[in-house]
């Protein structure tokens, strides 16, 4: 069985300042992890995602993600966050099957004030 | 790259009635798709799994009779609710796993761009 736990489920900080979103996954086999952003009202975009190639994923919109398996983690961090980033952020696990599903966790809402 | 087209994006219908949602993997083979249910301020949670030419495996609670998955193409898989009530309103979300090297979803998974079903 896989899963995610996404701690906090509200994240503020100041634009400008470095962005933190913590994630912790279990998983029984090799895991498979993502990380999408959210928009209100709209469907899901992938930020990142880590396949197990290189551990430091770098994705869109100057994210990255480290993998560290002796932590269990894959935080997400952005080094000046902008207002744009305001959000729900949400960090997924999935097998390397070819015919298992993303688990989610319960996502992060990011704010931003100026 | 790799696209889902997820149709569609929003529909209103009265109580009782029967709502069809159409994904359709638009330049790769879907063999299997998975159907997610969004509820405000919520995360995604799974509720079944499709499989071309197979009957959809449900998670636990997902009631089988009522949200009827079709998945008779490596292209298409349809969510039909039936007898939609309003604790059915939702947004629901198709995804496909995508075959390594299609865009930036490849050996990833790509998501329809969702449906926010309103019952009223």
């Known amino acids: 069985a896989q899963s995610v736990t996404q701690l906090g489920s509200h994240v503020s900080v100041s634009e400008g300042a470095l962005v933190l979103l913590r994630c912790n996954y279990s998983?029984?086999?090799?895991?498979?992890l993502f990380w999408y952003v959210q928009y209100p009202n709209q469907g899901l975009q992938l930020l990142l995602k880590y396949t197990s190639a290189a551990t430091l994923v770098k994705g869109i919109n100057g994210f990255e993600a480290e993998f560290k398996k002796s932590e269990t983690s894959f935080h997400l961090t952005k080094p000046s966050a902008h207002m744009s980033d305001a959000a729900e952020y949400f960090c997924a696990v999935s097998g390397d099957q070819a015919g298992t599903a993303l688990i989610f966790g319960k996502g992060t809402t990011l704010s931003v004030s100026s | 790259g790799a696209v889902v087209s997820q149709h569609p994006s929003r529909v209103i219908c009265k109580s009782g009635t029967s709502v069809k949602i159409e994904c359709r993997s638009l330049?790769?083979?879907?063999?299997?798709m998975f159907w997610y249910r969004q509820f405000p301020k919520q995360s995604l949670m799974l509720m079944a799994t499709s499989n071309e030419g197979s009957k959809a495996t449900y998670e636990q609670g997902v009631e089988k009779d009522k949200f009827l998955i079709n998945h008779a193409s490596l292209t298409l898989s349809t969510l039909t609710v039936t007898s939609a009530h309003p604790e059915d309103s939702s947004f629901y979300i198709c995804?496909?796993?995508?075959?390594?090297?299609?865009?930036?979803?490849?050996?990833?998974?790509?998501f329809g761009s969702g449906t926010r079903l309103t019952v009223v």
């Open positions: 998983s029984s086999v090799p895991p498979y």
């Open positions: 995804s496909a796993r995508t075959p390594p090297g299609q865009g930036r979803s490849g050996t990833g998974y790509t």
């Open positions: 330049d790769f083979q879907a063999t299997t």
